[in-house]
C-alpha cells in the first residue's frame, strides 16, 4: 500500500538551537482544521498536537548548532530530513509531500513532491508543522531553564530584539550558530 508522508521543518532561521525536520503519516483520519502552524495560536497548535500523536506517526530529524555551523543550513536540511525519514521508517518507494522549493530527500526516494506552501496545502504536511513546531518549541522552553538570563521561551532562538539584546548583555553560548551573520558579528 502507498502512504503518503508529509515533510515540514522547523527553525531553519534560527539564531540558535536545533533545526528540526519531522516525516509525518497518517495512521487514522486526520483532524479537520490542520494548517500551518504559523497560521495557528499556541492553545490550536497544542490542541492539534495532541491529535496528530493519536492519529500519526512521526519521524524526528534533529540538527544541533554544531552540526549546521559544520556542514551549513542546506546539508543540514538534507540531513534533518533523512533523519526523519529513517525515523518514520518510510519506504523508498512512499510518496513523499516536501513543503518548500528544494528537494532535500535523499535521491532513492524516488516519489517526492516538492510543494511550496504544502503546510498550508496539504493536511499531512500540516500535520508535521504543528508537530514540529511544538515539539521544538518545547524543546527550547526546557533549555531556556538552563539559560534563564537568555528568554528563550520567548524568541524560542528566534532573531527578536530581546534575543538580540540578551546576546549583547550575555554573550554567545554554545546553542548559538556561530555560522550565521547575525552571531558572526557578535563575536568579531
Given at each position: 500500500?502507498?502512504?503518503?508522508?508529509?515533510?515540514?521543518?522547523?527553525?531553519?532561521?534560527?539564531?540558535?538551537?536545533?533545526?528540526?525536520?519531522?516525516?509525518?503519516?497518517?495512521?487514522?483520519?486526520?483532524?479537520?482544521?490542520?494548517?500551518?502552524?504559523?497560521?495557528?495560536?499556541?492553545?490550536?497548535?497544542?490542541?492539534?498536537?495532541?491529535?496528530?500523536?493519536?492519529?500519526?506517526?512521526?519521524?524526528?530529524?534533529?540538527?544541533?548548532?554544531?552540526?549546521?555551523?559544520?556542514?551549513?543550513?542546506?546539508?543540514?536540511?538534507?540531513?534533518?530530513?533523512?533523519?526523519?525519514?529513517?525515523?518514520?521508517?518510510?519506504?523508498?518507494?512512499?510518496?513523499?509531500?516536501?513543503?518548500?522549493?528544494?528537494?532535500?530527500?535523499?535521491?532513492?526516494?524516488?516519489?517526492?513532491?516538492?510543494?511550496?506552501?504544502?503546510?498550508?496545502?496539504?493536511?499531512?504536511?500540516?500535520?508535521?508543522?504543528?508537530?514540529?513546531?511544538?515539539?521544538?518549541?518545547?524543546?527550547?522552553?526546557?533549555?531556556?531553564?538552563?539559560?534563564?538570563?537568555?528568554?528563550?521561551?520567548?524568541?524560542?532562538?528566534?532573531g527578536t530584539d530581546l534575543h538580540l539584546n540578551m546576546l549583547k548583555k550575555h554573550g554567545v553560548t554554545n546553542l548559538h550558530r556561530r555560522s550565521f551573520k547575525p552571531i558572526q558579528k557578535l563575536l568579531a
Amino acid at each position: 500500500m502507498n502512504m503518503l508522508v508529509g515533510i515540514d521543518e522547523v527553525g531553519r532561521g534560527s539564531w540558535a538551537g536545533p533545526l528540526l525536520v519531522v516525516a509525518a503519516r497518517a495512521n487514522r483520519i486526520l483532524p479537520t482544521g490542520l494548517t500551518d502552524s504559523k497560521d495557528l495560536t499556541k492553545k490550536q497548535r497544542e490542541y492539534f498536537y495532541d491529535k496528530i500523536l493519536d492519529t500519526c506517526n512521526v519521524g524526528e530529524g534533529w540538527v544541533q548548532p554544531h552540526e549546521i555551523d559544520s556542514i551549513g543550513l542546506a546539508r543540514a536540511m538534507y540531513l534533518g530530513v533523512s533523519r526523519a525519514l529513517m525515523e518514520l521508517g518510510t519506504m523508498l518507494d512512499e510518496h513523499i509531500i516536501l513543503d518548500g522549493i528544494v528537494n532535500y530527500c535523499p535521491p532513492e526516494f524516488t516519489q517526492v513532491d516538492v510543494v511550496p506552501k504544502a503546510d498550508k496545502l496539504s493536511p499531512i504536511v500540516s500535520a508535521a508543522s504543528v508537530y514540529a513546531k511544538v515539539t521544538r518549541d518545547n524543546h527550547m522552553e526546557r533549555i531556556g531553564q538552563f539559560y534563564p538570563e537568555y528568554s528563550f521561551e520567548k524568541h524560542v532562538g528566534y532573531g527578536t530584539d530581546l534575543h538580540l539584546n540578551m546576546l549583547k548583555k550575555h554573550g554567545v553560548t554554545n546553542l548559538h550558530r556561530r555560522s550565521f551573520k547575525p552571531i558572526q558579528k557578535l563575536l568579531a
